[in-house]
């Protein structure tokens, strides 16, 4: 990956477009430079998320063959509180929702109690950190997963239970 990376900066600079700036995302590698990456972009619940305790033992699950986990969402958040920067430079994320049951029956990740209230104070904080830790030239980025992934629950789009809240 590194040497792909020079080729196409040696390449940029060669035909006129001068320097770019490359991202990222974190999924299996945490550290961008490794690969020759301006920054990594944070994704959600990925990494963030590992080893959260589950509270499937609150709840009532209906599939006696559920091995998935329900995480309550408010631990997220906390978890990004208490995540410092890193010796690198880091474009944070949040997500509004999270739920890939349909895509892994019986062994989904479900973040119960997602709210927009909670999305807005999440989004706030990962705000503040890009102000904090400007990247590209001094650009305050923060990525959310997602738009419209409706297939695991993150979506940014109006919906019947919450209607605009969550863009507004």
């Avoid at 590992?50 to 599939?63: E, F, M, T």
């Avoid at 904080?125 to 997602?146: C, K, T, W």
Wanted: negative net charge; proline residues 6%.
């Amino acid at each position: 990956a590194a040497a792909t990376l020079r080729r196409w900066r040696e390449y940029c600079r060669k035909v006129g477009i001068g320097e770019i700036f490359l991202a990222m995302v974190q999924f299996d590698v945490e550290d961008p430079r490794i690969y020759g990456f301006d920054t990594a972009i944070e994704f959600p619940p990925h990494k963030l998320a590992k080893g959260l305790a589950p509270i499937n033992d609150q709840l009532q699950i209906v599939n006696p063959r559920y091995s998935g986990y329900v995480i309550d969402y408010q631990s997220v958040i906390e978890r990004a509180r208490q995540h410092e920067a890193m010796g690198f430079h880091m474009i944070r994320g949040v997500f509004p929702s999270w739920d890939n049951e349909a895509r892994k029956p019986g062994q989904g990740y479900t973040f119960a109690n997602s709210t927009p209230e909670r999305y807005r104070e999440w989004l706030a904080m990962a705000a503040d950190y890009a102000r904090q830790h400007p990247v590209a030239d001094g650009e305050s980025l923060v990525f959310i997963n997602a738009w419209n992934e409706w297939g695991e629950g993150a979506y940014l789009e109006p919906d019947r239970r919450y209607g605009y809240a969550y863009l507004q």
